[in-house]
C-alpha cells in the first residue's frame, strides 16, 4: 500500500489522464462557444443548452476528482491544489452555472486553461516518450484559444451590435494573427478610440505571447532527439580534440568508430552517473533489474542470497572494450573481476599461443583478486564487448561481508569440465 502511494505521488493513472483529456476537451469547447455567442449576437439553441449542461457537471466534479486524486499523492500535495488550481477551478464552474446566454460574466470560464495546462505539464513530465507532442499540443491550445477569443473581442467591437457574418468572422481572424504577430499590414485598422486602445493591448499582449510561443516551439524543435544533439555535440568534441592532438588515422578510425558503436547502442549517458542520483533502495533495485541477465548466467551466484546479489549487482560497473582492444594482459596486476555482457573476448597464453574463447555470459579475473597474484593470460576483445567488472576494493568487500562468496567461487570452479577448468586457470 505506502509503494503505491509513493509510486503515484508524481505518476498520472490512465483514468487521470482520461479525466484531465475530457475536461481540456470541454474548456476548449466551452471556450469557443461563450465568445461566439457575444461576438455573433445569436440566440443558444438546444444543443448549446445540453453541451452545456454536459460541461457543467465536468467542471463540477473536476475539482472533486482532482482533490481525492491528489490527496492519494499526499496531504502537502493535495495543500498545494488547493492554494493554487483550487480557486481557478471553481471561478470557471461558476460562469458556466450561473450566467448563460449573452452574459460577459460568463467568459470567466476561460481561466479553466490554466489548471488544465498546467495538468498536461505534470503529465508531460512523466512520459517517456511523446512528451513534446504533448507539449506542441499544449502550446497549440493556447494559441488556438487566444486567438479566436481575441477575434470575437474585435468583432464586438467592429459590429456595432450588428449581425456579423463568417466572412466579418474570418476577417477579424486575420487580423487578430497580424496584430498578434506585430506585422500589422494596415489594411484592417482602428476607427474608434475604444478600437485603438484594444489593438494597442492586444499587440503587447501578443508581443509576449508570441515571443514566448516561439522560444518553446524553438526549443521544442531543438530537443525533439535529445539523444540525437547529444551524439552531435559529442561527434564535435571528439573531431576538435582529433584535430588539436593531430591524433594519427589510426586511433582517429577507432575513436569515431567507437562513437558510432555507442550511438548505435543508444548508450551516450553514463549508467554509473544515473544510478547515483537514485537513492540507495531504489537504486539497488534498479542496479538488480539492470544485470539480472548477466548474474543469473554466473553459476556461484545461483544459490546465493538476495542481500549477496544485490551487493554485487550494486558494485557492478558498466565499460566498453572494442575491438582489438586487450581487457589486460600477462603479468598485469589484478584490478578487477570481469562479466560478459555482450561480445566476446579471445584468451591468450604468456607466450601469445591462442587458448580460447569467451563469449556472452562467461566471466573472469577472479581467481588473480581472491589470491592476490598477477594476471596468468592477455584477454583480448574479438568484437565490442560490453562488460560489467567489479573492482578489487568491491570485490574484497563481498569477500568480507559474504564469507560463503569464496567458498562456493572454489567449489563451482572445481566442479567445472576439465577443459574449462583448465582455461580459466590460465585465464586467471
Given at each position: 500500500?505506502?509503494?503505491?502511494?509513493?509510486y503515484?505521488?508524481?505518476?498520472?493513472?490512465?483514468?487521470?489522464?482520461?479525466?484531465?483529456?475530457?475536461?481540456?476537451?470541454?474548456?476548449?469547447?466551452?471556450?469557443?462557444?461563450?465568445?461566439?455567442?457575444?461576438?455573433?449576437?445569436?440566440?443558444?439553441?438546444?444543443?448549446?443548452?445540453?453541451?452545456?449542461?454536459?460541461?457543467?457537471?465536468?467542471?463540477?466534479?473536476?475539482?472533486?476528482?482532482?482533490?481525492?486524486?491528489?490527496?492519494?499523492?499526499?496531504?502537502?500535495?493535495?495543500?498545494?491544489?488547493?492554494?493554487?488550481?483550487?480557486?481557478?477551478?471553481?471561478?470557471?464552474?461558476?460562469?458556466?452555472?450561473?450566467?448563460?446566454?449573452?452574459?460577459?460574466?460568463?467568459?470567466?470560464?476561460?481561466?479553466?486553461?490554466?489548471?488544465?495546462?498546467?495538468?498536461?505539464?505534470?503529465?508531460?513530465?512523466?512520459?517517456?516518450?511523446?512528451?513534446?507532442?504533448?507539449?506542441?499540443?499544449?502550446?497549440?491550445?493556447?494559441?488556438?484559444?487566444?486567438?479566436h477569443?481575441?477575434?470575437?473581442?474585435?468583432?464586438?467591437?467592429?459590429?456595432?451590435?450588428?449581425?456579423?457574418?463568417?466572412?466579418?468572422?474570418?476577417?477579424?481572424?486575420?487580423?487578430?494573427?497580424?496584430?498578434?504577430?506585430?506585422?500589422?499590414?494596415?489594411?484592417?485598422?482602428?476607427?474608434?478610440?475604444?478600437?485603438?486602445?484594444?489593438?494597442?493591448?492586444?499587440?503587447?499582449?501578443?508581443?509576449?505571447?508570441?515571443?514566448?510561443?516561439?522560444?518553446?516551439?524553438?526549443?521544442?524543435?531543438?530537443?525533439?532527439?535529445p539523444?540525437?544533439?547529444?551524439?552531435?555535440?559529442?561527434?564535435?568534441?571528439?573531431?576538435?580534440?582529433?584535430?588539436?592532438?593531430?591524433?594519427?588515422?589510426?586511433?582517429?578510425?577507432?575513436?569515431?568508430?567507437?562513437?558510432?558503436?555507442?550511438?548505435?547502442?543508444?548508450?551516450?549517458?553514463?549508467?554509473?552517473y544515473?544510478?547515483?542520483?537514485?537513492?540507495?533502495?531504489?537504486r539497488?533495485?534498479?542496479?538488480?533489474?539492470?544485470?539480472?541477465?548477466?548474474?543469473?548466467?554466473?553459476?556461484?551466484?545461483?544459490?546465493?542470497?538476495?542481500s549477496?546479489l544485490?551487493?554485487?549487482?550494486?558494485?557492478?560497473?558498466?565499460?566498453?572494450?572494442?575491438?582489438?582492444?586487450?581487457?589486460?594482459?600477462?603479468?598485469?596486476?589484478?584490478r578487477?573481476?570481469?562479466?560478459?555482457?555482450?561480445?566476446?573476448?579471445?584468451?591468450?597464453?604468456?607466450?601469445?599461443?591462442?587458448?580460447?574463447?569467451?563469449?556472452?555470459?562467461?566471466?573472469?579475473?577472479?581467481?588473480?583478486?581472491?589470491e592476490?597474484?598477477?594476471?596468468?593470460?592477455?584477454?583480448?576483445?574479438?568484437?565490442?564487448?560490453?562488460?560489467?567488472?567489479?573492482?578489487?576494493?568491491?570485490f574484497?568487500?563481498?569477500?568480507?561481508?559474504?564469507?560463503?562468496?569464496?567458498?562456493?567461487?572454489?567449489r563451482?570452479?572445481?566442479?567445472?569440465?576439465?577443459?574449462?577448468?583448465?582455461?580459466?586457470?590460465?585465464?586467471?
Amino acid at each position: 500500500m505506502v509503494e503505491s502511494r509513493i509510486y503515484q505521488r508524481n505518476v498520472f493513472r490512465r483514468r487521470e489522464v482520461a479525466w484531465m483529456l475530457l475536461v481540456a476537451a470541454s474548456a476548449l469547447l466551452i471556450a469557443f462557444r461563450i465568445p461566439a455567442l457575444l461576438a455573433f449576437h445569436s440566440q443558444p439553441d438546444l444543443p448549446w443548452y445540453l453541451s452545456q449542461f454536459a460541461v457543467m457537471l465536468v467542471f463540477i466534479v473536476d475539482p472533486i476528482v482532482k482533490y481525492r486524486a491528489n490527496a492519494r499523492r499526499g496531504p502537502e500535495i493535495a495543500k498545494r491544489y488547493v492554494r493554487t488550481l483550487l480557486p481557478f477551478d471553481i471561478v470557471a464552474a461558476l460562469p458556466v452555472l450561473l450566467f448563460t446566454g449573452h452574459s460577459p460574466l460568463a467568459l470567466l470560464v476561460i481561466v479553466k486553461i490554466i489548471p488544465v495546462f498546467a495538468g498536461l505539464t505534470q503529465w508531460r513530465m512523466q512520459l517517456i516518450r511523446g512528451g513534446n507532442v504533448v507539449r506542441f499540443v499544449q502550446f497549440a491550445y493556447i494559441l488556438v484559444i487566444a486567438i479566436h477569443v481575441v477575434a470575437c473581442g474585435w468583432l464586438v467591437l467592429r459590429s456595432h451590435g450588428e449581425q456579423v457574418t463568417d466572412q466579418q468572422y474570418l476577417r477579424s481572424i486575420y487580423w487578430t494573427v497580424t496584430t498578434m504577430c506585430t506585422v500589422g499590414y494596415g489594411d484592417i485598422t482602428p476607427e474608434t478610440d475604444s478600437q485603438m486602445a484594444y489593438a494597442t493591448v492586444v499587440m503587447l499582449v501578443g508581443y509576449v505571447l508570441f515571443a514566448y510561443l516561439v522560444g518553446n516551439i524553438a526549443s521544442l524543435f531543438n530537443t525533439i532527439d535529445p539523444l540525437h544533439s547529444q551524439h552531435v555535440r559529442t561527434m564535435d568534441q571528439a573531431t576538435s580534440f582529433i584535430q588539436h592532438h593531430s591524433v594519427p588515422q589510426n586511433l582517429k578510425n577507432r575513436i569515431l568508430d567507437y562513437l558510432g558503436y555507442m550511438w548505435e547502442r543508444k548508450v551516450t549517458y553514463d549508467e554509473t552517473y544515473m544510478l547515483d542520483m537514485l537513492p540507495w533502495g531504489l537504486r539497488s533495485e534498479v542496479s538488480m533489474f539492470l544485470r539480472k541477465e548477466v548474474i543469473e548466467r554466473v553459476p556461484f551466484f545461483r544459490d546465493s542470497s538476495d542481500s549477496f546479489l544485490r551487493e554485487v549487482a550494486d558494485s557492478l560497473r558498466p565499460i566498453v572494450v572494442t575491438p582489438g582492444e586487450f581487457v589486460f594482459r600477462f603479468g598485469d596486476r589484478a584490478r578487477y573481476m570481469y562479466f560478459i555482457s555482450s561480445g566476446s573476448v579471445d584468451v591468450f597464453a604468456g607466450n601469445g599461443t591462442k587458448i580460447g574463447t569467451l563469449q556472452q555470459g562467461d566471466f573472469f579475473g577472479e581467481m588473480a583478486l581472491l589470491e592476490k597474484r598477477r594476471r596468468g593470460a592477455s584477454i583480448q576483445a574479438v568484437e565490442y564487448c560490453d562488460l560489467y567488472v567489479l573492482d578489487a576494493t568491491a570485490f574484497d568487500h563481498v569477500l568480507t561481508n559474504f564469507p560463503e562468496f569464496k567458498e562456493i567461487m572454489e567449489r563451482v570452479a572445481n566442479d567445472r569440465a576439465v577443459p574449462i577448468s583448465e582455461l580459466r586457470k590460465m585465464v586467471q
